[in-house]
């Protein structure tokens, strides 16, 4: 079955530093893998996805992230983190013969000047 | 750029009552979703809709939900009887097209609280 582990629920990074965001999946086949963030009051909007092709995906905002099949992972980073960053990031796998997705339980991004 | 929206944003609503959702999806979309996640879990599938019928639900959406496409532009998610656990965020999402790599987009969420 698919389930997606985001293992930080709260991160703090000050502003103009890098950010890493951890997503580990599990799924038998090629996973479809979403990035969305949602911000105070908002829908969930996409940051990126990957399906195929290039394991390095560039998202909206300055967001890439990159599928590592080894480590089982779809990690989102940024180089240099803006106030506006500050959301919750969600992590998702597309299901298998279905069009649903699992969803990780989220990481909270605080950014301090 | 187009958006899905949702309605309400917040519903308190009593133990046992009826509640309707509402949600317009974006407009030239086809398949419409309808998520919910409890306060510190994961946001979790509940039900696809295509073509004026479920096509995919989850083990939660059981009979005291339904879903519903009334004209061309709404879909409601109706919960016949709440209960303490249907208090969560509720999302409906629309795509163009069906398949596990298509990009669902989301409305901002309805805050439904059961008292």
């Known amino acids: 079955a698919q389930s997606v582990t985001q293992p930080d629920i709260h991160i703090t990074v000050s502003e103009g530093a890098s950010l890493e965001l951890r997503c580990n999946y599990s799924?038998?086949?090629?996973?479809?893998l979403f990035w969305y963030v949602q911000s105070p009051g908002q829908g969930l909007q996409l940051l990126l996805k990957y399906f195929s092709g290039d394991t390095l995906v560039q998202g909206i905002k300055g967001f890439e992230a990159e599928f590592k099949r080894s480590q089982s992972s779809f990690n989102l980073r940024k180089p240099s983190v803006h106030w506006s960053d500050a959301a919750e990031y969600f992590c998702?796998?597309?299901?298998?013969?279905?069009?649903?997705?699992?969803f990780g339980t989220g990481t909270r991004l605080t950014v301090i000047p | 750029e187009p958006e899905v929206t949702q309605t309400p944003s917040h519903q308190v609503t009593q133990m046992g009552q009826e509640v309707i959702l509402r949600c317009v999806p974006i407009s030239n979309h086809l398949y419409f979703y309808w998520y919910r996640q409890i306060l510190g879990q994961k946001v979790e599938f509940l039900v696809s809709?295509?073509?004026?019928?479920?096509?995919?639900k989850s083990e939660i959406f059981d009979d005291q939900f339904s879903v519903e496409r009334p004209d061309g532009s709404n879909f409601t998610l109706k919960i016949r009887s709440t209960k303490l656990e249907d208090s969560a965020m509720y999302f409906c999402a629309s795509s163009d097209r069906a398949g596990r790599g298509e990009t669902q987009y989301f409305g901002p969420g309805t805050r439904l609280l059961v008292l």
């Open positions: 799924y038998g086949a090629t996973p479809y």
């Open positions: 998702a796998v597309g299901s298998t013969g279905a069009n649903n997705l699992f």
């Open positions: 809709f295509y073509n004026n019928e479920i096509s995919e």
